[in-house]
């Protein structure tokens, strides 16, 4: 029976009140059993899901407090919501999964050829020499998993810094757009940017941000080819009576179905892996991109109808002090 519960469990448990038995609340066999186990002189320490909506799991320490000089005790039971720790933990592990899955496809890849060409390929120049061009493919295609591995990495070490330089994202824009342009003939797309002549200071770091904006437009060149066209739009105005930049990048490619658009920043989310990977991706790039936005509490906001393209735009709170 209930006796005493402190003002966390009765925020967290409100239907158990002092007075109450507490199996009939909280209803779960293996709880009831360390508590019996308990009161009968070996505390334990239980963990188990909650049934119904909230799910939470929930990791279970039951001690037993004697009064001295008293024969019957009392059990102090300590409930511990773990499931946000469950959660990250099985994410990480998922990570992992699928980090090494990635890796070991092209690697996989490369020992065939290698035997190949100790083996069958030896004598002939000319299949000798295509294998090596896929090899390289595959070879460069681990190098950019591993290069983004390392700056989600490098992100995540840095999340809870926010940059202290302030910058004009103009320019960055403007270096961006004239690094990709061999990409954008390459397939067959203008870009049209739209940039205002004056700067616009932001709080950010110029390396990250330059990071953000060639994911953006590299996806939209990549994804959206068949539009012919990229549309570059920067924007000032006032979001809850601060002064604000939006940033949007839009292709005409073929959309994205609205499905996806939630998970687009998740890990290795793609919505076509063989498209993705004959394009080079890694399905990292907009998880980087949401770090780093994340760090300069930027907003990332995407709106796709399939058919006639994707905008993903980027909202960043504007200095209008001068520096
Ligand atoms: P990837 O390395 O696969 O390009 P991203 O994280 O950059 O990884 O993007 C994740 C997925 O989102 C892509 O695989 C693609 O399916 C989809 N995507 C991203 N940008 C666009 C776009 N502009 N148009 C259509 N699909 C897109």
């Not at 083996?119 to 290069?147: T, V």
């Not at 590299?218 to 940033?247: F, M, Q």
């Amino acid at each position: 029976v209930v006796r005493f519960a402190n003002e966390a469990a009765v925020q967290q448990f409100p239907d158990t009140r002092p007075g109450d038995l507490l199996t009939l609340t909280f209803r779960s066999p293996q709880l009831s059993d360390a508590l019996r186990e308990a009161a009968d002189g070996t505390p334990g320490l239980v963990q188990y899901r909650e049934r119904g909506d909230s799910a939470r799991i929930l990791k279970v320490e039951i001690d037993t407090v004697r009064r001295p000089g008293h024969k019957s005790g009392f059990l102090l039971v300590t409930l511990f919501d773990v499931s946000e720790q469950m959660a990250l933990a099985k994410m990480r592990a998922d990570f992992v999964a699928n980090a090494s899955h990635e890796l070991r496809t092209p690697l996989t890849s490369l020992t065939g050829f290698v035997e190949t060409l100790l083996g069958p390929a030896r004598d002939d120049p000319e299949a000798s020499e295509n294998f090596l061009k896929i090899m390289l493919g595959q070879a460069e295609r681990m190098r950019r998993l591993i290069d983004d591995l390392l700056s989600l990495s490098r992100l995540e070490m840095r999340a809870h810094h926010q940059p202290t330089d302030i910058i004009d994202i103009v320019p960055v824009l403007r270096l961006v757009c004239e690094a990709l342009a061999p990409v954008a003939r390459e397939n067959g797309i203008v870009i049209n940017a739209d940039l205002p002549e004056q700067p616009l200071r932001v709080p950010g770091d110029a390396d990250e941000l330059t990071q953000v904006f060639e994911n953006l437009i590299e996806n939209g060149l990549k994804y959206g080819k068949s539009g012919g066209k990229l549309d570059i739009d920067v924007h000032r105005r006032t979001a809850a009576g601060l002064p604000v930049v939006a940033i949007a990048v839009r292709d005409y490619g073929p959309g994205i179905a609205e499905e996806h658009l939630p998970r687009l920043t998740e890990r290795f989310y793609r919505v076509n892996v063989a498209s993705s990977r004959e394009k080079g991706g890694t399905g990292l790039g907009l998880a980087i991109v949401k770090h780093i936005l994340n760090r300069h509490r930027a907003e990332m906001k995407i709106t796709s109808k399939l058919g006639v393209g994707s905008t993903f735009s980027v909202i960043f709170d504007e200095l209008v002090t001068a520096i």
